[in-house]
């Protein structure tokens, strides 16, 4: 499987950008990026994915290096609420749930007032 | 649209003993996957159905049992409980099972004692 690496922990300011690394050095050409990220005493919900291109939506943006070996999750303006741990995940759409969608520690993310 | 729900939220029991929880996916999703959730382990993978057939098994022992309804609701069971059990167990449903995004409940809190 192949596997990423982030930070344990991030800490940021309240309405400051947030920049959040992962490295999968092993990615293969199928592999999609995931993020999703876990609020307390909450299951993991869906915050954006990419293949190649920098992707954005309401929530996040994701900033794909070109050789596709990292990648970036930005929130742009952290809040009290962005507070939580944050998986980067690798899956290969091709393939069903569970053949690959492994969560590794993820970074958890403290948002300072 | 009402959200993955899963029952009950917490759970206490005793070891030996047997347990079984309930999740109910996203209206027209047929895919349904378990995850155990512990502070040293992580998210693991335990299994995932489609159609009332399991179609993926992660590496856990014959304790570990689920089955999916006709409806797409699904039950899992823990048979002979071990205080190694406590953990946040975690549903996700999508429709299909590939290429969308997941959508997880918020959890079932079982304690063994």
């Known amino acids: 499987d192949a596997k990423t690496t982030q930070p344990n922990s991030m800490e940021s300011n309240e309405e400051e950008p947030v920049h959040l690394p992962c490295n999968h050095s092993?990615?293969?050409?199928?592999?999609?990026i995931h993020w999703y990220r876990q609020l307390p005493s909450q299951g993991p919900e869906y915050v954006i994915h990419?293949?190649?291109s920098n992707v954005n939506n309401r929530m996040a943006s994701l900033a794909i290096a070109e050789d596709r070996k990292s990648s970036t999750l930005i929130l742009h303006r952290a809040t009290l609420r962005d507070a939580a741990v944050y998986y980067c995940?690798?899956?290969?759409?091709?393939?069903?749930?569970?053949?690959?969608?492994?969560f590794g520690p993820g970074t958890r993310l403290s948002v300072l007032p | 649209k009402a959200g993955v729900t899963q029952t009950p939220r917490y759970l206490i029991k005793t070891r030996g003993q047997q347990v079984t929880l309930s999740c109910s996916p996203i209206?027209?999703?047929?895919?349904v996957s378990w995850y155990q959730q512990t502070p040293g382990q992580g998210l693991q993978f335990l299994f995932e159905?489609?159609?009332?057939?399991?179609?993926n098994k992660g590496n856990f022992p014959g304790r570990f049992s689920g089955r999916q309804f006709s409806n797409s609701r699904s039950e899992m069971n823990v048979s002979t409980l071990e205080l190694g059990d406590s953990a946040l167990y975690l549903c996700?449903?999508?429709?299909?099972?590939?290429?969308?995004?997941?959508?997880f409940g918020s959890g079932t809190q079982l304690s063994v004692l």
């Open positions: 092993t990615i293969s050409g199928t592999d999609y």
């Open positions: 159905y489609f159609s009332e057939t399991q179609r």
């Open positions: 990419g293949l190649t």
């Open positions: 996700a449903s999508s429709m299909t099972g590939y290429r969308e995004k997941l959508f």
């Open positions: 209206s027209g999703h047929r895919s």
């Open positions: 995940i690798l899956r290969d759409l091709e393939m069903s749930h569970g053949q690959n969608f492994v």
